[in-house]
C-alpha cells in the first residue's frame, strides 16, 4: 500500500527523470559532432553536411545516436504533461502532441537510413527518397508548432513559473523559423551549409535542453518559485 504522503515524492522523482530526458539530447548530439568529425578524414564542418559518417560501423553508431535522441525528446513530453499547468488547455495538449511527433520524427531519422541497404534501384531510391523529405517535413514543422503552441497555451496561465519560459518559447520558435529560411537559401546557393545546418539544429537542442533545465528546477523545488533562467 502506497501511502499517500510519498506520492508527491514519486512524482518529483518522475519528473526529475523527464528533466534528464531534456538535458542530455544536446550534450548526446554535440558529443557525437565533435567524434563524427575527427573520424572522418578531411572532415570541413562549415561546408559539410551534419552527417560526415553515412558508412560501415560509425554510420550504425550514428543512426543509434539518432534514435535515442528520439526516445529521449518522447520522454520530456510526458514531463511537460506533468508540469505543464492547465491540462485541459487545448493548446498546450497539442503542443506537447507535437513534441511526441517530433520525438518520433527523430527517432525515424535514425532508422531510415538502414532502407539504404536495400538494392539500388528506381523503385527503391524514388520512395525512399520521397519519404525521407516528408519525415524531415512533418518534424520541422512538429517541432515549430510545438514551441509556438506552449509559448501561447502559457501566455494566460502561471506566470510566475512560466512566464519567462513562454516567452523563451517564443524567441526560440521565431529565430528557429529564420535560420530554417536561411538553410534553404544556403543549401540552394552552396554558402556555408554544414554551418548553417549545425546553427539551424543545435537552437532546436537548446530549447529541449532548457525545458529539461525547466523541468529539473520545478523537481528540485518544493514550493513554485520563479527561477532566474527561464
Given at each position: 500500500?502506497?501511502?499517500?504522503?510519498?506520492?508527491?515524492?514519486?512524482?518529483?522523482?518522475?519528473?526529475?527523470?523527464?528533466?534528464?530526458?531534456?538535458?542530455?539530447?544536446?550534450?548526446?548530439?554535440?558529443?557525437?559532432?565533435?567524434?563524427?568529425?575527427?573520424?572522418?578524414?578531411?572532415?570541413?564542418?562549415?561546408?559539410?553536411?551534419?552527417?560526415?559518417?553515412?558508412?560501415?560501423?560509425?554510420?550504425?553508431?550514428?543512426?543509434?545516436?539518432?534514435?535515442?535522441?528520439g526516445f529521449l525528446s518522447?520522454?520530456?513530453?510526458?514531463?511537460?504533461?506533468?508540469?505543464?499547468?492547465s491540462p485541459r488547455n487545448?493548446?498546450?495538449?497539442?503542443?506537447?502532441?507535437?513534441?511526441?511527433?517530433?520525438?518520433?520524427?527523430?527517432?525515424?531519422?535514425?532508422?531510415?537510413?538502414?532502407?539504404?541497404?536495400?538494392?539500388?534501384?528506381?523503385?527503391?531510391?524514388?520512395?525512399?527518397?520521397?519519404?525521407?523529405?516528408?519525415?524531415?517535413?512533418?518534424?520541422?514543422?512538429?517541432?515549430?508548432?510545438?514551441?509556438?503552441?506552449?509559448?501561447?497555451?502559457?501566455?494566460?496561465?502561471?506566470s510566475l513559473i512560466w512566464?519567462?519560459?513562454?516567452?523563451?518559447?517564443?524567441?526560440?520558435?521565431?529565430?528557429?523559423?529564420?535560420?530554417?529560411?536561411?538553410?534553404?537559401?544556403?543549401?540552394?546557393?552552396?554558402?556555408?551549409?554544414?554551418?548553417?545546418?549545425?546553427?539551424?539544429?543545435?537552437?532546436?537542442?537548446?530549447?529541449?535542453?532548457?525545458?529539461?533545465?525547466?523541468?529539473?528546477?520545478?523537481?528540485?523545488?518544493?514550493?513554485?518559485?520563479?527561477?532566474?533562467?527561464?
Open positions: 500500500m502506497v501511502n499517500d504522503s510519498d506520492i508527491p515524492i514519486q512524482r518529483q522523482n518522475r519528473l526529475l527523470f523527464y528533466s534528464i530526458c531534456g538535458i542530455i539530447p544536446m550534450l548526446l548530439f554535440t558529443g557525437w559532432l565533435i567524434i563524427a568529425a575527427i573520424i572522418s578524414p578531411g572532415y570541413n564542418g562549415s561546408s559539410d553536411y551534419i552527417s560526415p559518417v553515412t558508412l560501415g560501423f560509425y554510420s550504425m553508431i550514428q543512426n543509434l545516436v539518432f534514435m535515442i535522441l518522447i520522454g520530456l513530453a510526458f514531463g511537460l504533461r506533468m508540469a505543464l499547468p487545448g493548446l498546450l495538449k497539442l503542443g506537447i502532441g507535437s513534441v511526441i511527433i517530433f520525438g518520433l520524427g527523430v527517432v525515424l531519422a535514425g532508422l531510415s537510413p538502414l532502407m539504404g541497404l536495400l538494392p539500388e534501384n528506381y523503385l527503391v531510391i524514388v520512395p525512399y527518397n520521397l519519404l525521407t523529405i516528408i519525415g524531415f517535413a512533418i518534424t520541422i514543422t512538429a517541432y515549430i508548432a510545438s514551441i509556438l503552441l506552449i509559448s501561447q497555451g502559457l501566455k494566460y496561465e502561471d512566464g519567462r519560459y513562454s516567452r523563451y518559447s517564443l524567441v526560440t520558435g521565431v529565430l528557429f523559423i529564420i535560420l530554417l529560411i536561411l538553410l534553404i537559401i544556403t543549401i540552394f546557393y552552396n554558402f556555408y551549409p554544414g554551418l548553417n545546418q549545425r546553427a539551424f539544429i543545435i537552437i532546436s537542442w537548446i530549447w529541449i535542453l532548457m525545458t529539461g533545465v525547466k523541468l529539473y528546477l520545478i523537481s528540485s523545488n518544493e514550493k513554485p518559485i520563479q527561477d532566474k533562467w527561464i
